[in-house]
């Protein structure tokens, strides 16, 4: 599959007819799709009912377009949305250090993972870990206040800020999930 969403209805509908077959065999019990194109969701939700689930970049700087956006439309037509890249593909952790920031890596995370979740729209988000205290550390969001306070609302921005400043080019699409998903 192409995660910039350049996929024709045919190879589409191929798919789903596909998926459709092992669902009917019990090898599957429901359909989703990932893409980095936030116009490919919205071609994919409107014209296939057959997908259940989203799966897309999702970081603490994108904005929700409650109007016209993925979020308010996969809410309409009951599709679940799961969001990856939280951490801008490490992208905030490397400029941070970098930059020097106020906030360690582990401030980021917990910070991060504070914000995503304040999104009621999703259904979950997956978190890249690779040790045990990173772990641990974005569990202890569960015991802090759901809204970020103003002081860690701009501390969150500026570090993000400063990521996307400088974004590897692998990771340029997520420039496209930052205002209006």
Avoid at 7 to 18: F, L, M, Q, S, W
Avoid at 37 to 65: A, C, G, N, Q
Avoid at 141 to 158: F, I, K
């Amino acid at each position: 599959a192409l995660t910039d969403g350049n996929h024709t209805d045919e190879e589409i509908e191929v798919v789903i007819e596909t998926a459709m077959k092992a669902k009917e065999q019990g090898k599957i019990r429901h359909l989703g799709m990932s893409s980095h194109s936030r116009e490919f969701h919205m071609r994919v939700m409107e014209k296939w009912p057959e997908f259940e689930m989203l799966i897309f970049p999702y970081t603490p700087i994108s904005e929700p377009d409650e109007l016209h956006g993925v979020f308010p439309m996969a809410q309409q037509k009951d599709v679940g949305i799961v969001t990856i890249k939280p951490f801008a593909g490490g992208a905030v952790f490397r400029a941070a250090k970098r930059k020097g920031e106020v906030l360690d890596n582990m401030e980021i995370a917990a910070l991060s993972v504070k914000k995503i979740i304040q999104n009621e729209y999703l259904t979950c988000t997956v978190l890249g870990m690779t040790t045990i205290d990173e772990l641990e550390n974005n569990l202890t969001v569960r015991n802090q206040p759901r809204r970020l306070s103003d002081t860690e609302h701009q501390q969150l921005g500026a570090a993000y800020g400063h990521a996307f400043a400088h974004l590897p080019p692998e990771y340029e699409f997520l420039r496209e999930w930052v205002h209006a998903v």
